[in-house]
């Protein structure tokens, strides 16, 4: 039997019990896919990430993701808090750092400020590939019925059901208001094997900001508190319905508030001669505990 050692953080939050949970498995060496499932079905969060030695020594690691249900070639949570648990570990770097985490999706660069007390950070990241449309979603009366809504509830203004994907797959689906949102279940229905991202204008964030719920039964996960794969598709939706200009647009994300969990994401896009090129993500994450696995 070997010892492991693992953390958790709560990501996309500056403050503890908040944000999304994500049990990092430090020293993670000899563990097969099978174990670190079964290792993230005893976790039970939306996510666990395990650490391995990276392919290429300039990397800082290589990262595998699973949810309770599956594993997951990216995402946005795991990428935040892993990012900043490894750089709160390395004695050398200073305040700030970066550095490269592959994952299945490819090699994802991250910049990392940490907190002086050792007690978390803020971790930025950039797509190693862009969001791709996967088609339109869902008629909004079959989409409706799986969430506990009504058809019109369903759409605001010019959007539209669609589907997009950065390595895990969302249908993205507006609704006409905070209330509808608020009043959203997880599937009551046979689900898609997308995860369901709601989102609608977020009347009480930033100019532009969004509030999103995101249910992915498919995935082992009823309801995540924050999804960073699915603000990095999200970023396909805001190409395909949104009227965009030339340059950087900073995008406020909060997701979480339903579950008692708030948890802020941001969205950065680079629109350059009217085609999108670069998403970045953003958030913060602050350690909870600390431990040793017996696996």
Request: hydrophobic share 45%; glycine share 12%; proline share 10%.
């Amino acid at each position: 039997m070997n010892r492991r050692r693992f953390v958790t953080l709560d990501v996309f939050t500056g403050r503890r019990l908040a944000g999304n949970p994500l049990a990092v498995v430090l020293d993670a060496q000899g563990l097969d896919a099978a174990a670190m499932q079964a290792v993230a079905g005893e976790f039970n969060l939306s996510e666990t990430v395990f650490v391995l030695p990276p392919a290429e020594p300039r990397h800082r690691a290589r990262l595998r993701i699973f949810t309770p249900g599956r594993e997951l070639p990216f995402a946005g949570h795991p990428t935040v808090g892993a990012a900043v648990l490894l750089a709160l570990q390395d004695p050398t770097g200073g305040d700030a750092r970066a550095f490269g985490l592959e994952e299945e999706i490819g090699t994802v660069p991250c910049v990392v400020e940490t907190l002086a007390d050792g007690s978390g950070g803020r971790a930025r990241f950039r797509l190693p590939l862009l969001p791709e449309y996967l088609g339109p979603g869902p008629e909004p009366e079959a989409l409706a019925a799986l969430v506990g809504l009504q058809p019109g509830d369903i759409a605001t203004g010019r959007h539209r059901p669609s589907r997009h994907g950065v390595g895990p797959r969302f249908t993205c689906v507006p609704v006409a208001s905070v209330a509808a949102l608020d009043a959203a279940r997880p599937a009551q229905a046979p689900a898609p094997e997308d995860g369901l991202y709601l989102y609608t204008p977020d009347p009480e964030g930033p100019p532009g900001g969004w509030r999103v719920r995101m249910f992915a039964p498919n995935f082992g996960v009823p309801e995540d508190p924050a999804t960073g794969a699915a603000a990095s598709a999200f970023a396909g939706v805001l190409m395909q319905f949104e009227t965009l200009g030339e340059g950087t647009h900073d995008v406020a994300i909060r997701q979480g508030q339903a579950m008692g969990r708030p948890s802020e994401i941001a969205l950065q896009l680079t629109v350059e001669s009217g085609a999108l090129r670069a998403v970045e993500i953003g958030g913060a994450a602050v350690i909870v505990s600390e431990g040793t696995l017996h696996v």
